[in-house]
């Protein structure tokens, strides 16, 4: 096994809440996140509205803060990265946003828009750039003769398209795309998603594609973290936890989707009731209101270090006394 691209060591967001009447109070909005990437990988990022999946991606490329832990991206340190890291860290991940139009200055050509990455990090030599320009947007399946629209001239998945150029003008290491799907129609989103796929053939991307539709997790990643209020409660191989999910929340998503419809998106409800809000976390385990499994421990004892079972990673009481072949287990889930 190569070491991992990224590694994420007990990372922690937290901040003050805006807004009146909670001002004072702390949004722990991220809390205990361990995982890693392997180069080449493409790791679904799952949970409900509001569960910190965002706030963890942008924290992973120091597009948002870092409260607390560690992050190792190719050798650097990204909560401790000097001005020379960050550079480094910004000509080697891109980011693909939710809304393909604001993701894109509205003045600005797609060419523009495109030549604008090439030309700030020094990609292509100036007189190769409007070359390197249509190759991208061929790459993506943009039509060179669009290179002189604007972004109100073009669909949303024109746009979306420009926007995953943009990300791969710099030929980055990694990708992390957030909800880029999510705002498009469906046929629309289809073919984002067999692009990505084909990219991720052909270009041996890295990928941590944050997404609340499981139909769409399913199809393009190779490992899936599952996270509830700013925790991974379960994380494993993506046939692993579609197949055979062990956390009483992820049990409760994956029932959650219809076997007509398997391509649909996360319900808002799958559980009953809304999840508690970030800023009162409940005690113990924070899933313990909604849980079908709840024990009295898991009112008052947050869930142990996670444990291998059935080749997933679970934070969970119910597996409190499982004996786990951690090592074989880490072994098969990284192979
Ligand atoms: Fe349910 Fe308890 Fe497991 Fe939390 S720790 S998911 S409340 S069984």
Known sequence: MSAPLLRVEDLAVHFRA????????LVRAVNGVTFNLQPGETLGLVGESGCGKSTLGRALLRLGQITEGRVFFDGIDVANADAAAVARL??????????????????????????????????????????????????????????DRRPAALSGGQCQRAGIARALAIDPKLIIADECVAALDVSI?????????ELKSRMNLSLI??????????????????MYLG??????????????????YTKALMRAIPEIDPDRGLPD????????????????????????????VCRKDPPPAT???NNCRVACHLYQDQSSTDQQTRETIHA
């Open 18 to 25: 805006s807004g009146a009447g909670s001002a004072k109070k």
């Open 90 to 147: 910004r000509r080697e991940t891109a980011m693909i946003f939710q809304d393909p139009y604001n993701a894109l200055n509205p003045r600005m050509t797609i060419g523009n828009a495109i030549a604008e990455v090439l030309r700030v990090h020094e990609k292509v030599p100036a007189g190769g750039i409007k070359t390197r320009v249509i190759e991208l947007m061929q790459l993506v399946g943009l039509s060179p003769d669009l290179i």
């Open 189 to 197: 989103q289809a073919q984002i998603i067999n692009l990505l796929i």
């Open 209 to 226: 594609f944050i997404a609340h539709d499981l139909g769409v997790v399913r199809r393009l990643c190779d490992r899936v973290v599952v």
């Open 231 to 248: 925790r991974i409660v379960e994380e494993g191989l993506t046939e692993d936890v579609f197949g055979n999910p062990q956390h009483p």
């Open 269 to 296: 409800d799958p559980l009953g009731g809304e999840p508690p809000s970030p800023l009162n976390l409940p005690t113990g385990c924070a899933f313990h209101p909604r849980c079908p499994a709840v024990m009295p």
């Open 307 to 309: 444990r291998f079972v």
